[in-house]
């Protein structure tokens, strides 16, 4: 038995998502669909489609794989997409995503159909470290860092700024934050934990509107440490890495006076930021097909799912893990 | 609203356990349940009635927790219990939970009760770390290392051998498997991860019987490096320890050909091995009422129950830690 998966956009995350799908057994690939056209773009050797044909495969495909941006598209076409199909999604915007799923589930109730929405590492892995750790240890003090490693909706919204050519920019823990979480138990908060790295490529002498418009925006750089390096096209070229990085610290305490301590500390280091989402959103697909097998419709993030819903095999050997 | 928790049993679980329950809002105690005389029991102030009166209690008890051993007592009393009362245990015999399901089970399936099982921070937590790693991972390998820490089973393993007057077992992570576990992607056995560290207390003469039968003792120290301590009463004291560890190592490899790899690792600190316990015993209680609350009642492992069954709250604000 295999599940049928349709990839719906095919960028770095489509892509990566591809080739896991190919080294998996209990997953065939029905087709890629793409809105370029569909005899330009080279897949690793799955069937291309035009995005437009998408529902005439309706039938061949068991889940749907939504491997697009959330500032825009994602908003836009899974709502669409999930009266007709089984999808998964990596909506990453945390403060976006209740918006997010009510809007899915208006699509996802009327149709019978199983939507599980932003599940990458994070939101997704990380989210759950945070829930369980919450949950688990005794007055709980929980902080998560990102990076270093790019962003790309902060790349994104820094070319967007008039007079940028190409741009990049890394989230960073700051040092004085990484030692506070792992010491004292106190919830920082992002700008306290982050400071912000850009490199951008200018136009001639627009570097100080860039610099000011730049600083301004708001839930992206203002209140935040940032540090800025106008460089060369060239020069930008080794800034493009794809490798990031996550950490949680938690810590707890017990014991009459609270004088018992505990202390958990998660760190997973991400060689290609495509390829682990793609992995976990692989996992997202089984976990998808079996909640849609048992007639569960609904919009579901990563909270609302057991976690044997996500073991590797289809075969239930999930207790070996216990 | 509050839920009502019945603490059966009164070592030092059920006694860290009433300590727990005492701080949190959302959870009052009902009362504690001993089979030793209730007169003879002091508690941190909650009432204490004799074992043989719980089920005079069970309208006022909305979760029962199982404050038991997993080599006799919770195999005994679960099933019966689970008959009358919603129930929460840390049976921790990795190899004989599902069994121990099975069993559970066949009571559950006949009441219309939930029954939360093997839920601590091994197997539970650090199953969950097994789970999500081995699903989300591309190719992955992990691997799980105790302490160094005291491990219950194996210290009353030693006491029952003839001649031992007392005992403490230090489960301790072989220095070279965590390096091992760390660069290399391969699985360990648990004999190859751990070694044991015995400190005894004999009577005089017997040290060498007590060394042979130790030795030869399946499941417990056959196959493992094991270093052995004779020493007095007075200086065994200083071993009884509570603190514990737990780490979960897990390397992933992406690309074409395996080339791009991805690390993930959780090192939790425990101050009190029985203090965490209790702590995620109560997270354990909070997914039982709610389990119970929509009538689905069964057997659940961690691995049934969606994270946010956990949540610290009672209002359903799960969605911040996204």
Not at 185 to 203: G, K, M, Q
Not at 296 to 321: L, M, W
Request: aromatic share 10%.
């Amino acid at each position: 038995m295999s599940i049928r998966l349709g990839i719906a956009g095919y960028g770095n995350l489509g892509r990566a998502l591809e080739m896991a799908a190919l080294k998996d057994d209990d997953v065939e690939i029905e087709g890629i669909f793409t809105r370029r056209k569909p005899e330009e773009v080279v897949s690793l050797g799955s069937s291309v489609y035009s995005f437009d044909d998408l529902y005439y495969h309706a039938d061949g495909i068991d889940v749907l794989a939504l491997c697009y941006g959330s500032s825009h598209d994602l908003p836009d076409i899974t709502p669409h997409l999930a009266e007709c199909f089984n999808t998964v999604d990596t909506f990453d915007n945390h403060l976006m995503i209740n918006e997010y799923k009510r809007r899915v589930d208006r699509a996802v109730s009327s149709s019978g159909k199983v939507s599980v929405i932003a599940l990458g590492w994070d939101p997704g892995f990380l989210s759950l470290m945070r829930l369980y750790l919450s949950s688990f240890l005794p007055s709980p003090s929980v902080n998560t860092f990102w990076g270093r490693g790019v962003s790309q909706g902060h790349t994104e919204a820094i070319k967007r700024i008039d007079g940028v050519i190409d741009a990049v920019q890394y989230t960073v823990p700051r040092e004085d934050a990484l030692t506070l979480a792992s010491l004292v138990s106190h919830p920082l908060s992002v700008t306290e934990r982050h400071r912000r790295v850009c490199y951008i490529v200018a136009e001639k002498g627009r570097e100080d509107s860039i610099t000011d418009e730049l600083l301004s925006m708001e839930n992206y750089f203002l209140g935040y440490e940032v540090e800025l390096h106008f460089i060369s096209k060239e020069e930008l070229k080794k800034y493009k890495s794809a490798s990031h990085r996550g950490r949680v610290y938690a810590l707890g305490s017990s014991g009459r006076y609270g004088e018992v301590k505990h202390r958990a500390y998660l760190d997973i280091d991400i060689g290609s930021n495509p390829d682990l989402t793609a992995s976990i959103m692989l996992a997202s697909c089984r976990a998808a097909y079996r909640l849609a097998r048992e007639n569960r419709n609904g919009v579901y993030t990563v909270f609302d799912i057991p976690p044997s819903y996500f073991a590797p095999v289809i075969c239930e050997n999930v207790n070996s893990y216990l």
